[in-house]
């Protein structure tokens, strides 16, 4: 079955850049998106077909998907920033989730 | 603007059924691709499968095939997932979600999760 692989965790200071990855089989070949989760809430999409933003979602989300690997990158990265990230893609039909990347702003 | 409202908590032991439910609306939910997933306590997402607006329309991922039941009701722009043979593995927030009118769309809109603990 196919596999999306994300480090389990990312650190970054307050205002630099943070890139968390997402790591699969062709991935490149396929629409990548982003989840973004708080403790205790449902998950809010960040991005759809690798570099879209949906409404209402800041301009310093970004992403990016060549390759094997496809990148979620937060610019100016802020403390409301810390959360939990999902990538996610089709394969086959079914939805495929990366295992989650916490974003710790220190 | 879709909303999506999910019945409350469930506790069940261990061999029972859980049925959850997900009530849309501010959008027509006759067209839309109902999608279920699930969260165990400190894991990460999982998904089961999709309810098609064709009728009898719908996908499982292998792991719950012969255990999952997706279904709707039009009438009452609701959706239901039915979960059968329930373990303590089950225990989970189980997510509806929809992108829309395709299968494959990115999830924007998630229901606020119903939590199923199962014990005996």
């Known amino acids: 079955s196919y596999e999306l692989t994300q480090p389990p965790s990312v650190s970054v200071s307050p205002g630099q850049t943070a890139s968390i990855t997402c790591s699969g089989h062709k991935l490149g070949d396929k629409f990548a998106c982003w989840y973004q989760q708080k403790p205790g809430q449902s998950p809010v999409l960040v991005i759809f077909?690798?570099?879209k933003r949906p409404s209402g979602i800041p301009e310093r989300f970004s992403g990016s998907n060549s390759g094997n690997t496809a990148t979620l990158t937060i610019s100016g990265t802020q403390d409301m920033d810390e959360a939990d990230y999902y990538c996610?893609?089709?394969?086959?039909?079914?939805?495929?989730f990366g295992g989650g990347t916490k974003l710790t702003v220190l | 603007q879709v909303q999506l409202v999910q019945s409350g908590a469930e506790v069940k032991e261990p061999g029972a059924s859980v049925k959850v439910s997900c009530k849309a609306s501010g959008y027509s939910f006759i067209g839309l691709y109902m999608h279920w997933v699930r969260q165990a306590p400190g894991q990460g997402l999982e998904w089961l499968g999709w309810d098609s607006p064709k009728s009898g329309g719908t996908h499982y991922i292998q792991k719950f095939e012969g255990r999952v039941t997706m279904t709707r009701d039009t009438s009452i722009s609701t959706a239901y997932m039915d979960l059968r043979r329930l373990t303590s593995d089950d225990t989970a927030v189980y997510y509806c979600?929809?992108?829309?009118?395709?299968?494959?769309?990115?999830?924007?809109?998630w229901g606020q999760g119903t939590t199923v603990t199962v014990s005996s």
């Open positions: 077909q690798d570099k």
């Open positions: 996610q893609a089709w394969d086959s039909s079914a939805a495929v």
């Open positions: 979600a929809t992108g829309g009118s395709s299968w494959s769309e990115a999830f924007d809109i």
